[in-house]
């Protein structure tokens, strides 16, 4: 009964303190919110079924977004469709001084949407994992099971593609000002 307790409690724990990170992570594949909180809670099943074979080579952190980034691909594959994400317009600072500014930053974020809405799976998760969600090099290569050189290799890479993508679409918008 103790050790029933101790499990509850730790799924408890690993629930509070994780919930927030794995339901933005999804939400950058999916903009239903329905599809969003059935995904996490999936991801939530999966770990609290499996927790007991977890065997701590790695970070709890790290195992979950594992879990969370192949429900996310088995949801994508079954959607046939991929989505921009929701959550990134909070990325602008509440403290914007004028209207200037404020439809300034949200032109930058929805050119953000439309270059990681037209990056290859791989490259976008990779991009969200490493820029968004600051995990390490090794943490992303076990997520994703790659290497680490496949790690560096691939966002050096989709940096590069969303550069060149953000770059011209702000000579086209030049263009017509």
């Known amino acids: 009964m103790i050790e029933n ?6 799924i408890r724990r690993i629930y509070r303190r994780y919930f927030k990170d794995v339901y933005k992570f999804i939400a950058t ?24 074979t977890f065997k701590r080579q790695s970070s709890m952190n790290t195992w979950l977004f594992s879990i969370a980034r192949n429900v996310t ?3 994508v594959r079954k959607k046939k469709r991929q989505l921009i994400p929701e959550y990134v317009s ?34 976008r998760m990779v991009v969200l994992l490493r820029g968004i969600y600051e995990f390490s090099i090794k ?5 994703m099971g790659w290497s680490e ?12 593609i969303l550069k060149n ?5 702000v000579v086209t918008k030049e263009r017509w000002v």
């Open 5 to 10: 307790e101790n499990t509850e409690e730790e």
């Open 29 to 52: 594949f999916t903009n239903d919110r329905n599809d969003i909180e059935d995904l996490t809670q999936e991801v939530f099943i999966r770990l609290f079924k499996s927790l007991s």
């Open 73 to 75: 691909i088995d949801h």
């Open 90 to 123: 909070k990325l602008l600072s509440p403290k914007q001084k004028s209207v200037e500014e404020v439809v300034q930053a949200k032109e930058e974020v929805s050119s953000l949407y439309h270059a990681l809405n037209h990056l290859k799976h791989d490259y």
């Open 139 to 143: 943490e992303t290569s076990q997520i």
């Open 149 to 160: 050189s496949k790690v560096k290799v691939t966002y050096h890479r989709a940096l590069k």
């Open 165 to 169: 993508d953000l770059s011209e679409e």
